[in-house]
């Protein structure tokens, strides 16, 4: 079966660093997604990772470890409006396939 | 401002209604997905489409009906739903044979249906 997990909530203080962590089991591998999704609105891009290591993308970076089936997504420099939800999905077939998605992890950034 | 735009954003219905939702990609991709959003539950896939041809029915109930008429426009016809068929729907469009594209997604339509 396929199972993605990630922690359903996290708070963070404004200006500091989160980490939010995903581990996935799926039949197969071919790359590791991250969106945003605020409240009402679409998800969108983030990062895209599909060999080991660390992706960085401003203030975003994404990490992967496939032996491990884990992922995390690293938010720096915390503002008010990074408060939103962040999905973690697989596509676990070759080829341009649907993604799998977690169910997400709801970031509260506090002053 | 997204490339996939759905109509219409809030739908509220009876049970014994018939309603359609729209989607249009202005992007160029070949490949159009509906997903379900209910709250607390990860995004399920529901239909896939590529090059206009249905590939994927990740076995949703036949009261919902999907129509790709091409490859800017998808639809999704609902009739006689359950009140548990409340969620955002979201539409997402990607480019087939280009792996690590990623999909982009549409606003959503919310819907209640009573």
């Known amino acids: 079966g396929q199972n993605i997990d990630q922690p359903t909530e996290m708070t963070a203080t404004e200006g500091a660093i989160v980490q939010i962590n995903c581990t996935y089991q799926?039949?197969?591998?071919?790359?590791l997604f991250w969106y945003q999704q605020h409240a009402g609105e679409a998800p969108t891009f983030l990062s895209y990772?599909?060999?080991?290591g660390l992706e960085e993308k401003g203030r975003f970076s994404s990490f992967l470890s496939r032996s491990k089936g884990y992922s995390y997504l690293l938010l720096k420099e915390l503002q008010m409006k990074d408060s939103a939800s962040y999905l973690c999905?697989?596509?676990?077939?070759?080829?341009?396939?649907?993604?799998?998605f977690g169910k997400g992890t709801r970031l509260s950034v506090i002053a | 401002e997204t490339g996939v735009t759905q109509t219409p954003r809030h739908l509220v219905m009876g049970m014994t209604n018939k309603k359609s939702l729209k989607c249009e990609q202005h992007?160029?991709?070949?490949?159009m997905y509906w997903y379900k959003q209910s709250a607390k539950k990860p995004l399920e896939l529901m239909f896939v489409?590529?090059?206009?041809?249905?590939?994927e029915n990740n076995s949703v109930p036949s009261r919902f009906s999907p129509e790709c008429p091409n490859s800017s426009h998808l639809f999704l016809h609902l009739h006689t739903l359950q009140p548990e068929d409340s969620a955002l729907y979201l539409c997402?469009?990607?480019?087939?044979?280009?792996?690590?594209?990623?999909?982009?997604f549409g606003q959503g339509t919310r819907l209640t249906v009573v």
């Open positions: 997402a469009s990607s480019q087939e044979r280009w792996v690590n594209t990623e999909a982009f």
């Open positions: 799926t039949s197969g591998f071919n790359g």
């Open positions: 990772n599909v060999l080991d």
């Open positions: 999905a697989v596509r676990d077939k070759t080829g341009n396939t649907p993604l799998v």
């Open positions: 992007l160029g991709h070949n490949a």
């Open positions: 489409y590529s090059l206009e041809e249905r590939v």
